[in-house]
T-cell receptor, first 113, second 116 residues
Framework: SAVISQKPSRDICQRGTSLTIQCQVD?????MFWYRQQPGQSLTLIAT?????????ESGFVIDKFPISRPNLTFSTLTVSNMSPEDSSIYLC??????????FGEGSRLTVL | AQKVTQAQTEISVVEKEDVTLDCVYE???????LFWYKQPPSGELVFLIR??????QNEISGRYSWNFQKSTSSFNFTITASQVVDSAVYFC?????????????FGDGTTLTVKP
């Protein structure tokens, strides 16, 4: 199994600012992902966080808005840049274990005023 | 393309009733995993079950059971004798490895309300 710690668990931010969310895993994992869950919606994949290289973004998500770092196999960050109220969501870090099981952090609930 | 359909947006039952949540999926891969997650009002995602594409055995865990049928590309979830604590949003998800490099696709979720 994998235990994932996400910080912050929640935050209230002002329009135009940026927030960085951290994801720490208790074991080395090959694949890490960032998902977004907008209010009342399902989970949508933002990007695959690649260790030592640029993240791979899904359609509709760009690096300038959601820069991602992954310096090693246990840690990643997602930044939500120049926030607007439409960015109010839960952001979830997940890891894919070698067993095929997907583990999720508890999420970071972001409210943009 | 990878797709998960949960046709039931909302279901409401009375406590002790049985309820089945439907999940239909599409994938080109022959190797994939299917999942069910529960998201209670508190917001966290709770893992319920994982099933790989080579294992069509149905599974029972307490009041929960899952029916996996590759012939109909379905992975349905039944709660027997439902309880108020079962009220949550339930997501079905699919992960395949060859076409989509381990990315997961989620259904839109089914909101289950169990009334006392």
């Amino acid at each position: 199994s994998a235990v994932i710690s996400q910080k912050p668990s929640r935050d209230i931010c002002q329009r135009g600012t940026s927030l960085t969310i951290q994801c720490q895993v208790d074991s080395q994992v090959t694949m890490m992902f960032w998902y977004r869950q907008q209010p009342g919606q399902s989970l949508t994949l933002i990007a695959t966080a690649n260790q030592g290289s640029e993240a791979t973004y899904e359609s509709g998500f760009v690096i300038d808005k959601f820069p991602i770092s992954r310096p090693n196999l246990t840690f990643s960050t997602l930044t939500v840049s120049n926030m607007s109220p439409e960015d109010s969501s839960i952001y979830l870090c997940s890891v894919l274990h070698d067993t095929g099981e997907l583990f999720f952090g508890e999420g970071s609930r972001l409210t943009v005023l | 393309a990878q797709k998960v359909t949960q046709a039931q947006t909302e279901i409401s039952v009375v406590e002790k009733e049985d309820v089945t949540l439907d999940c239909v999926y599409e994938t080109r891969d022959t190797t994939y995993y299917l999942f069910w997650y529960k998201q209670p009002p508190s917001g966290e995602l709770v893992f319920l079950i994982r099933r790989n594409s080579f294992d069509e055995q149905n599974e029972i865990s307490g009041r929960y059971s899952w029916n996996f049928q590759k012939s109909t590309s379905s992975f349905n979830f039944t709660i027997t004798a439902s309880q108020v604590v079962d009220s949550a949003v339930y997501f079905c998800a699919l992960t395949d490895f060859h076409t989509n490099a381990g990315k997961s696709t989620f259904g839109d979720g089914t909101t289950l309300t169990v009334k006392p």
